[in-house]
């Protein structure tokens, strides 16, 4: 049937759940990933679709670590889109539009290939825990099955209630059973839990819309792609999404049906997704606005399935078909399924330590929806950290832990564990302050040498990270000791409006004024040369150009990191005393004693704690 003694078990098999099943496994831990059905491993619940503002950023960590999801977002592309170009390198995400079908297959396929992973069907029922640690879990036939650590990844199944209109029933999402069990034996040890809500909008009949009245949003002429590897290609051929816009007319529809709406009539009581609404909610917060967009997303290559972005909604399915039916487009749409809302449990992630090892149970790790958060992106990232961080326990190795600097993947666990989430927590740019740092360009020059110590991304991985750092920088330096004559210059300082050169300068200089491209500067004697002979691809020519660009701001912010970093170094004790500082504020002290920070840094970024405070801290530690 399969071993009965596991180095890791992961609980769930969502994107959390297979990342953490991966990471674990390829790193030598003996791994047993367990799921309520095999068939849905790494289902797009929601929309079909990866990557995007920050989470496309995540998507190129997780790559550059080793983890398999920028290679099946890559495999199983449809569309491939970097969002903010007009804007710096900071700001530019990645997203593919995905075939859904496809993204699940490759999931199980890459998955199945993995050495040291085994799978099993069933429900786990509860966790088998003795003396403050676990050591395995139990399934709801009554198996035991015994590990060294234990990934929970339940995503929306714990006690999962789903909601359309006045209906309710039990589920983990549409068509599939919640997950109960597990949520007694966390709270009878002593955890805290909580209830987190999401939603989804109805998947609709591609054939019944009229395209004709919509806006066309087609792919990126020339796409990229997410994975740092060979092992993928950017799409030759893509599929277009489409947009269309809602109306007075449509918004009277929806509001006829407020009264019978979970949302309105008290039967959701959990707190929802702020960043995304759902299009009862809209109409409601946002009462100024005659029109709201809908993206108009195919579900894969083949099939005729369609999802409606921008319309979730936990309404009587009635009213989401008539008032859909009023969306220009979408006048004789017909149904696959309604959209509908899911109320779950989640555990405050305040409860977890840097490496999502619970505080209260040694060897539990938690990551995913578990936590608060919401996002295919943001529960993979966490998953495989979790499956790291469980397989380096097992091994009896030092914990591995991403700060802010070098990672969004360190913002976001840092934030959840800090300062905890009462609403599904979503990532975005703004709330990384070194994203100068954290570009998507430069994932692999961040992370991939981390990973390869780690025994997790492969020598071949690293071996293109270093050719590529190595003849970036070269090109870089070039630049720096080519000069370029006014003779030369000026025809192309003039073209691009830029002020004329009276002496000849480095082109480096030339290079860093704003106006000025790469394909200008491949038009000074020498560059294009250089770039031939030393065989530059297009990924480590853009990254001379950010380098070159954007070198002071980068600076800058590593200053301001190397600064940050030494308070990173204070280490507060184990179980420090906070109660006997009476000099600090009491809301710190009762903070501080909550979440229990290692760091004084990661004091500080506590809610509640102010500098005095933190002042007060270093004093007492005799700092």
């Avoid at 954007?550 to 906070?578: H, M």
């Amino acid at each position: 049937m399969f071993d009965k003694q596991y180095d890791v078990i992961v609980v769930g098999a969502g994107h959390a759940g297979s990342e953490a099943a991966a990471a674990a496994a390829n790193m030598g831990s003996k791994t047993l990933l367990i799921t309520m059905n095999l068939q849905n491993i790494a289902q797009m619940s929601c929309n079909p679709a990866m990557g995007g503002i920050a989470k496309g950023q995540i998507v190129r960590e997780i790559d550059a670590m080793g983890g398999y999801s920028g290679i099946i977002s890559d495999t199983s592309a449809i569309q491939f889109k970097m969002l903010n170009k007009s804007k710096g390198p900071a700001m530019w995400s990645p997203r593919v539009q995905s075939d859904r079908m496809r993204f699940a297959e490759d999931w199980r396929i890459k998955l199945e290939q993995t050495p040291n992973l085994d799978f099993y069907q069933e429900m786990v029922a509860g966790l088998i825990i003795k003396n403050e640690k676990v050591v395995g879990v139990r399934t709801s036939l009554g198996l035991e099955i015994m590990a060294k650590s234990v990934v929970c990844t339940n995503g929306t199944f714990l006690n999962g209630l789903i909601h359309i209109g006045d209906k309710q029933f039990g589920g983990g999402r549409a068509g599939e059973r919640a997950a109960t069990g597990i949520t007694k034996d966390l709270i009878d040890v002593g955890f805290e839990a909580g209830r987190m809500k999401t939603g989804t909008p109805p998947r609709v009949d591609g054939r019944s819309l009229d395209y004709s009245k919509m806006v066309e949003q087609p792919g990126d002429d020339i796409p990229g792609k997410f994975s740092f590897s060979d092992e993928t290609k950017p799409l030759t051929k893509q599929r277009s999404c489409h947009m269309t816009y809602t109306s007075n007319e449509v918004h009277e529809i929806l509001k006829e049906g407020f009264d019978r709406s979970p949302m309105f009539n008290g039967r959701i009581k959990s707190i929802g997704p702020r960043y995304c609404p759902s299009i009862e909610d809209k109409i409601n917060r946002f009462a100024d606005k005659d029109r709201h967009q809908l993206f108009v997303e195919p579900e894969g290559w083949n099939t005729v399935e369609v999802y409606v972005n921008g319309f979730s909604t936990s309404l009587p399915e009635d009213v989401q078909f008539k008032a859909l039916r009023s969306v220009e487009g979408f006048e004789n749409v017909k149904f696959f399924r309604p959209g509908y809302a899911i109320e779950y449990d989640y555990f405050p992630p305040t409860q977890l330590k840097h490496t999502l090892e619970t505080k209260l149970v040694e060897g539990l790790y938690f990551a995913g929806q578990i936590n608060g958060t919401t996002g295919y992106e943001e529960a993979a990232c966490q998953g495989m950290m979790a499956g790291i961080n469980a397989a380096l326990k097992v091994q009896e190795r030092d914990e591995f832990i991403l700060k802010r600097n070098e990672a969004y993947i360190g913002v976001l666990i840092d934030d959840l564990i800090t300062k905890g989430t009462e609403e599904p927590y979503r990532m975005f740019t703004s709330r990384a302050e070194y994203r100068t740092l954290l570009r998507q360009d430069n994932a692999d020059f961040r992370l991939t040498e981390k990973s390869y110590n780690l025994g997790l991304a492969s020598e071949e991985r690293m071996r293109k990270m270093e050719q590529k750092k190595e003849k970036s920088f070269k090109f870089v330096q070039f630049l720096k000791d080519l000069s370029v004559v006014p003779e030369e210059a000026n025809p192309v300082l003039e073209k691009r409006k830029s002020s004329p050169m009276k002496q000849s300068d480095k082109v480096f200089k030339v290079f860093s004024r704003p106006q000025i491209t790469m394909e200008d500067v491949k038009n000074f004697s020498g560059v294009e040369e250089f770039i031939s002979e030393n065989d530059l691809d297009e990924e480590m020519i853009e990254q001379t150009e950010i380098q070159v660009k954007y070198s002071g701001y980068i600076q800058k912010e590593k200053n301001n990191a190397d600064k940050l970093n030494r308070l990173e170094d204070i280490r507060i004790p184990n179980n420090f005393d906070y109660s006997r500082i009476k000099s600090m504020s009491y809301e710190a002290r009762e903070k501080l004693k909550k979440v229990q920070p290692t760091t004084i840094s990661q004091a500080s970024r506590i809610s509640g704690v102010s500098p005095n405070d933190i002042s007060v801290l270093l004093v007492y530690m005799g700092r």
